[in-house]
């Protein structure tokens, strides 16, 4: 037996708590067509877009990994001692040797545990998703000592100003890993598709923006999204009759999930992610399917149909409803909080639990995930929630994290202008460099025991402090913040700029 009482082939492996990152910060997306001179609709309806999270400059990637850890361990009660791996995904970087995982470290060291495997993880989107399989297969392996993982992925969005801008966001979250899991990852039950291709990428290493092409993107994710669902189903279904289910289940397809959960850039690339994945039903003359698509498109080469629009708006309509059954309810999150890069298809995962009213309608219920990161790694998995029996960790006590994180989203943030939001990015560009720096814009934004960062020296080196909140000015009436967050910052930058500080 190892340090917490199971044998050292341990199963039931996943997820056993989380607690979430909600930026205070946010832009309208309807204010930002009007702002942006936009035709109405363009990023709420073309996008599915409602709301984009934001960051001060006293929030960068450290700060939101320490904040979202740092509860983590309040929340689950765990001792730092009882954690032997934490891993990091990330493509927000703001250092190209040091990994934020050694930064981290800082809420461990203080109680004598420096035996803590794992690194930072980045592929673009997908380093979260690399964490992920790195902490499962350390559990799963000769080396594991017992003691749990740790998981923690989160990036800032950031896009010059035009076009891409509206697809920015910010977010970060903290698993805990380990076994006899409420949400189970699945043995056997994943596919990878990996290749080469430059659709987005950071090659400019003094910029925090990417260098973008938007149509190759979305083609790249299509196709890897094609090849991941076939390989998925095809080792779903041997791993099912390998173990004799007694279900005799003879077909994987999307009928056979609760949910169906996509990396998400945009809202409205997961409809459409959707009716792929029913193409391939189609395609596969899956038994749920009706027969007068089956004939209709029983001749189609499914890799000459990537650029068909007529054929994805008619899958579209012909999937709706699967889509508002399996797909929508993960999604408000990303409406309200925009793109997250790596946690993105977890805060879909989240979304979806929180959607459901209590946990015994989740009890046995697969759920099937597609990771994205760009360059480009892709996998598809899927996770089983189960009712676990002897343990703290709960799938309710997960569905409450998730909720406490809702309603710091519905009630808790404060929205910005656009004039505003450039104006706090342009800083932020200018800034991304400079030494030594300390950040000015109003601590009003920050909760009770945030991380921020308080400086950067001269040597780049970095210092963070958590913020105590003495007052309740957070409890204020909602409108009554916004508007003097707002004429906070409006003063801000118009003192700035008067100082020679901005433009």
Sequence with gaps: MNGNGYLHHP???????????????????????????????????????????????????????????????DQTGLHPKQIGRLDVGTETLVD???????????????YDNTDVEGVD??????????????????????????????????????????NARPTGGAGACALLIGPNAPIVFEPGCRSSHMTHVYDFYKPDLSSPYPVVDGHLSVQCYTSALDTCYTHYCKKALMNIESQSNPLSIHEINLSTFAAILFHTPYVKLTQKSLARLYLNDIIRACSYIPNVLIEKYKNLDIRSSLNNKDLERDLIEHSRELYEQKTLPGLYFSQNMGNMYTPSVYYSLFSFLSSQSNEEQLYDRRILLFSYGSGLASSMYSVVCRKVHESRFTLAQIQKSIKRARHI?????????????????????????????????????????????????????????????NDNSIEKNKEDMNRSIQQLYTEYFQNHKMNGYTN
């Excluded at 297969?137 to 969005?157: K, L, N, P, T």
Aim: net charge negative; aromatic share 10%.
């Design 96 to 110: 190209k040797a040091k990994s934020i995982k050694s930064v981290l470290m800082q809420l461990f060291v203080d």
């Design 121 to 162: 993880n980045i592929n673009a989107c997908y380093g979260g998703t690399a964490a992920l399989f790195n902490a499962i297969h350390w559990i799963e392996s000769s080396f594991w000592d017992g003691r749990y993982a740790v998981v923690v992925m989160g990036d800032i969005a950031v896009y010059a100003k035009g």
């Design 409 to 469: 989203l519905d009630y808790e943030r404060i929205e910005l202008t656009p004039d505003l939001m450039d104006k706090l990015l342009l800083e932020r560009e200018k800034n991304e460099h400079k030494v030594p720096f300390i950040p000015l814009q109003p601590m009003e934004t920050l909760k009770s025991d945030d991380i921020y960062l308080k400086s950067i020296d001269k040597n780049h080196r970095r210092y963070y402090e958590k913020f105590l909140r």
């Design 11 to 73: 199963s039931s492996i996943g997820i056993l708590a989380c607690e979430l990152y909600i930026p205070s910060l946010y832009v309208d997306q309807s204010s930002l067509e009007i702002y942006d001179n936009v035709s109405k609709g363009k990023y709420t309806i073309g996008l599915g877009q409602q709301r984009m999270s934001l960051c001060s400059d006293h929030e960068d990637i450290c700060s939101l990994c320490l904040t979202v850890l740092s509860r983590l361990l």
